[in-house]
Every structure is written in C-alpha cells, then in structure tokens.
C-alpha cells in the first residue's frame, strides 16, 4: 500500500528517513570527499589513468542512482564507496611520500 501515510521506500527521502538529516549530510560529505580523491589520483596517476577515470564515473553515477532510488542500489553500495575509500588511501599514502621526502 503506497499513498501519503506510507514510509518511504526508496530514494533520498528513505536515506533521510533512516538517518536523519546527519547521515544525509554525512553521505553528501563522503560522496564529495570520494569524488575529490578520485580527482586526486586521476591527476596524480599515469598508468591506471584512464581506468581511474571509468571508477570516478562509475562513483558519480552510483551515487546519483543511489540517491534516486536507495533501496535498489543499497546492496551494491559498499563496492562503490570502497573505490573511494581505496582511492582516498592512495592520496594519503602520496602525500606521506612526499611530505616525508621533503622534510
């Protein structure tokens, strides 16, 4: 039964309605801290360039799925937030690299 006294189901209200306008803001934050770092090892990458490229994408247009309807990409979800979080890792194991380089 689907009508206006019904929970959500799925999109950006059901991801409100779990987590309150603290995990939205948190998973707004994460989307564009994974987006950054995606940028961050495209730039700063030479041979896995372009597949870098085709993962950022591929983040970006999971993250606008995932928003639209959350309850149909909520399973495959953790793939695409661990290609940011391993994107993330590269960009801090940079620049230890070379702030350790430089000291």
Known sequence: MAGINSPPTMG?????ANGGFVGFFFWV???ISGRRSLDFVIRHSSAERQSWIVGKWAFLGASAIYVVAAG????CWALFMGLALGAELLRQRWVILNVRGHV
């Open 12 to 16: 950006w209200l059901l991801e409100l």
């Open 29 to 31: 934050a994460f989307v």
């Open 72 to 75: 149909f990409l909520t399973s």
